[in-house]
């Protein structure tokens, strides 16, 4: 069974061999001890957020639509992983705390403490929404446990917020990748526009900060000398 499921992974549209060595190694985790291997790749796609969950979800999908294991373990197992990797970078944050935070982050250039300020106000007003949504966008999905964990969002608040949300994402991607079979590839296609939309978007996010930033302290330094 081995041979004949990894036989199916070569993209037909030339994914590239990352993508294809990231397919190997999560089907070698599922062949090896089936539906939570599922689960352990995905808890460690939220540690490492360049392993693709885009991937990782539909061929656990697929996985499962050959027998290796039921619909409900590859959906299941995997929304374990996902909480288990966020709780792990919510104690991460936690331990980080808000005063070790602001140290570093005072240390980072065009960044000032006014900037965590608002970051921490956003936060505490729109943290609930900012976990549940961000499960479901690229990048994010790991990052957002972070902050929650600096600001000590209530752990079981936090957890049903992180189980409701990525319980909803890998339900998508896990059953596109069940219904669609050998094709699970093509799911990707359209996972890839979306994170290429989400990266631009940052792009321009960071672009327009620096950019204001360094106007602000331009201006500042022009009204310092006209002084």
Request: charged content about 15%; overall charge neutral; hydrophobic content about 50%.
């Amino acid at each position: 069974m081995t041979t004949s499921l990894r036989a199916t992974l070569t993209t037909p549209s030339g994914g590239g061999s990352l993508i294809e060595s990231i397919s190997d190694w999560a089907v070698s985790m599922m062949e090896t001890i089936g539906a939570p291997g599922a689960g352990l790749a995905i808890a460690l796609e939220n540690l490492f957020p360049p392993l693709p969950s885009e991937v990782i979800l539909p061929l656990a999908g697929f996985t499962a639509s050959r027998g290796n294991f039921s619909l409900f373990e590859a959906i299941f197992w995997t929304t374990a992983g996902s909480v288990v990797g966020a709780l792990a970078l919510y104690f991460l944050g936690a331990w980080l705390g808000r005063d070790r935070m602001r140290a570093i982050v005072s240390r980072v250039p065009l960044v000032d403490l006014a900037d965590v300020d608002h970051v921490e106000d956003w936060f505490n007003r729109h943290g609930y929404k900012a976990v549940f949504f961000g499960r479901m966008i690229p990048l994010f999905r790991s990052l957002v446990s972070i902050p929650a964990g600096i600001e000590r969002m209530t752990l079981w608040k936090f957890l049903v917020l992180t189980t409701a949300g990525s319980l909803i994402w890998n339900c998508i991607f896990v059953m596109a990748g069940f219904y669609l079979g050998e094709n699970w590839h093509l799911v990707q296609a359209y996972a890839d526009v979306f994170q290429k939309i989400v990266i631009a978007s940052v792009i321009l996010l960071v672009g327009y900060f620096v950019v204001s930033k360094v106007l602000k302290i331009r201006r500042k330094r022009a009204e310092h000398d006209a002084a």
